[in-house]
């Protein structure tokens, strides 16, 4: 095999990322993706701890896998929102995004960081 065909083929995944020598808070999430092909996924997990954002407050990373659904998952990935304010204290991130594309579709998702919030 030829150098040329050998790095066209050549890829890296990233499974885990550490964020423990971050200091800060982390949120739940959970949501339902939109219905396409006749079903619908689950995304949840936890975010980051955060990062601070441009001028408008931190951030958090999140992704992981989809529930299993139909035969298959996707992943996800992405940035929440600045933090938006509660009125008790506290605050939650909007997020969305799109799946990745598996099994001939992708899947949309929206929701709120923190239970109760979704």
Known sequence: MSRKNKQSSHSHAIDFIRFGDIPGHIHSYSTLT?????????????????????????????EGVTSYDDGHVHRFRGWTGPPIPLPGG?????FSGVTTFDDGHTHSYRGRTGKDYG
């Not at 980051?48 to 931190?58: D, I, K, N, V």
């Not at 506290?90 to 909007?94: A, R, V």
């Open 90 to 94: 506290g605050h939650y991130h909007d």
């Open 34 to 62: 939109s219905v396409d092909d006749r079903h619908r996924h689950e995304v949840r997990g936890r975010t980051s701890p955060p990062y601070q954002g441009t001028g408008r407050g931190h951030l958090h990373y999140y």
